[in-house]
């Protein structure tokens, strides 16, 4: 099983985990404050990524669990930076809470939306794809943060984990 390069987000991170929803709002806000017909179909990409980031977050092994620490460990890094150079203040204090983690009925559920986004990557247009990838970084990074990763973790990841149990107790 791999491990976790990193579990643990510190300030530079989280500033990064809601820098990117707040710079993607501010752009969606520009293109459709106005519009009378607002382009709610643009945001799927993003939020779709949040919320799998999200879950992956809360993934205790495996590949996408690795996957999620990479992109903590490189968040920390690039916010601590970030934070230290324009602020001049100290980024590295630890903001995690303690996670509730994806069951083995949970993981299910994570395996199956894996299947679905891989499935889906090719038809997805090649705008769709960054406004994707830039939703799962935010996900993983607000996934591990006390406040809004607790939120989901008390709310989403339960469900996750029943939804799997059903699942599995409907399939075995």
């Given at each position: 099983m791999l491990n976790l390069p990193t579990s643990t987000l510190t300030a530079g991170g989280l500033a990064v985990g809601l820098g990117i929803p707040v710079h993607f709002s501010a752009h969606w806000l520009k293109a459709n404050f106005r519009a009378k017909k607002k382009d709610w179909k643009s945001l799927i990409p993003f939020v779709g990524g949040m919320v799998y980031g999200g879950m992956a977050s809360m993934c205790t092994g495996g590949l996408i669990a690795f996957g999620a620490g990479l992109i903590t460990l490189f968040g920390n890094g690039a916010g601590s930076?970030?934070?230290?150079?324009?602020?001049?203040?100290?980024?590295?204090?630890?903001?995690?809470?303690?996670?509730?983690?994806?069951?083995?009925?949970?993981?299910?559920?994570?395996?199956?939306?894996?299947?679905?986004?891989?499935?889906?990557?090719?038809?997805?247009?090649?705008?769709?794809?960054k406004l994707a990838k830039r939703g799962i970084v935010a996900g993983v990074l607000l996934g591990l943060s006390a406040v809004l990763g607790g939120a989901v973790a008390a709310t989403v990841i339960p469900t996750v984990n029943d939804f799997g149990g059903q699942l599995l107790g409907n399939v075995g």
């Open positions: 930076l970030a934070l230290w150079g324009i602020t001049g203040g100290d980024a590295t204090r630890a903001v995690r809470a303690t996670p509730v983690e994806l069951t083995a009925d949970g993981n299910i559920v994570l395996f199956l939306l894996t299947v679905v986004v891989f499935g889906l990557w090719k038809a997805i247009k090649s705008e769709e794809k």
